[in-house]
């Protein structure tokens, strides 16, 4: 296996969890009890369907969870259903799925469905099958459980998934998984740090033969940046690391823990998608193939090297970056970027250029120099008021510096 190759990535909270399930016999009360649950068993019933709750809903209620994601399969045509619950209804023909909502929670509704690859890493051809087929293509034990909805709420266990959640494991359904589908590995990782999970043995020796080469970089990232946005992105990026999946820099977990501090603060909480931060600082750059050209935590070390001596400077030398470089600097200790961001940023000119055009300045670089002066002005606490502003505008927009 050549295992792909992403920058440094620094740390994250760890939110590893060691949650017993609960008793099965409490499965009824505990679903039943979930937010949109009543209403999907009426449009259910409504429907005259054979619907399931399946997937990580039950894990998680299984896990004690009081809320869960509402993933459902059909044995039939689950338009019947999705036509019963709220719009607008968002069609996926591929995977005969559907996503809509109702009591205001998400559903995601799928056809039960067989699937075959036809080559490692290739997307699945599918076609409909049973509840039983459909559990058996599922990723790992833990998420191949179902619960009836349109009958009593009894859990649906085929692949032993409650013992292994019980003894906190992760472990695949067949020896060809991660062939099929190498994200799966990826995947892994992402439920282990969240849910502080072991690899089975066998399932850990058949993750670390698996290929990622074989798979797309989109869905390599749309996997990753999966990872960057739970709460235990570190551990997640740094059981990749351990597994032989990418290479993480030393220091990565460091980086993404800060990261994942400063954006819970003001003033970073609002600067930036903590998931896009945190990828950054794990691959070195940003999603999609422009994101990938550039090295953006070469980018924000230069920020970190920089020592401004005046709000103007650090103006001028923040303005322009985007927002997950400026994350990236402060998580690696450029203190100056709170000023910067709380209230450097912000200030603005109380005149604009049609003053200057309205004092006798003629268009052209008069204007943007005497602006431009009149704000660095402004910042450093040399001018106050519209018409300090406006004078030293004139003044610089006239006499033009070497």
Request: aromatic letters at 4%.
């Amino acid at each position: 296996m050549r295992p792909v190759m992403v920058g440094k990535a620094p740390a994250a909270l760890d939110m590893t969890p060691e949650t017993a399930p609960i008793d099965p016999g409490l499965l009824p009360e505990r679903v039943a009890a979930l937010p949109g649950v009543p209403a999907l068993r009426d449009a259910v019933a409504a429907a005259g369907v054979d619907a399931y709750l399946v997937g990580g809903g039950v894990r998680d209620v299984l896990l004690g969870a009081d809320r869960a994601d509402l993933d459902v399969a059909v044995e039939g045509d689950p338009l019947v259903l999705a036509d019963r619950l709220e719009g607008p209804t968002r069609l996926h023909d591929r995977f005969g799925t559907a996503t809509a909502a109702i009591d205001g929670v998400r559903v995601d509704v799928a056809r039960a469905r067989r699937e075959m690859y036809p080559s490692p890493g290739a997307l699945p051809d599918v076609e409909p099958a049973s509840l039983a087929d459909d559990l058996a293509r599922r990723d790992f034990t833990v998420n191949a459980m179902a619960v009836p909805l349109h009958a009593q709420a009894e859990l649906i266990d085929p692949h032993h998934g409650f013992d292994d959640l019980r003894s906190g494991l992760l472990r695949v359904l067949h020896n060809g998984s991660f062939v099929d589908d190498p994200t799966r590995a990826l995947r892994a990782a992402r439920y282990a740090a969240r849910l502080g999970f072991e690899l089975e043995p066998h399932t850990e020796e058949l993750l670390r033969a698996s290929d990622l080469q074989t798979v797309s970089e989109d869905r390599i990232e749309a996997e990753l940046l999966r990872l960057a946005a739970e709460p235990s992105a570190r551990r997640g990026f740094e059981l990749l690391d351990e597994w032989g999946l990418i290479a993480l820099d030393a220091g990565a977990g460091d980086l993404i823990a800060e990261i994942i501090l400063l954006l819970a603060v003001d003033p970073w909480r609002s600067v930036a998608a903590r998931s896009l931060v945190v990828y950054a600082a794990a691959t070195g750059h940003g999603p999609g193939p422009l994101g990938r050209r550039r090295d953006l935590r070469e980018a924000a070390r230069e920020l970190v090297d920089a020592d401004p001596a005046r709000p103007s400077e650090a103006v001028e030398l923040a303005s322009g970056r985007g927002d997950v470089e400026l994350v990236l600097a402060r998580a690696m200790s450029a203190r100056w970027l709170d000023d910067y961001v709380s209230s450097w940023r912000h200030v603005e000119l109380e005149i604009s250029g049609e003053d200057l055009l309205a004092r006798g300045v003629p268009e052209g670089p008069g204007i943007g120099r005497g602006l431009a002066a009149a704000l660095r002005a402004k910042l450093d606490g040399e001018v106050s008021g519209r018409e300090a502003e406006l004078e030293l505008a004139l003044t610089a927009a006239r006499n033009p510096c070497p």
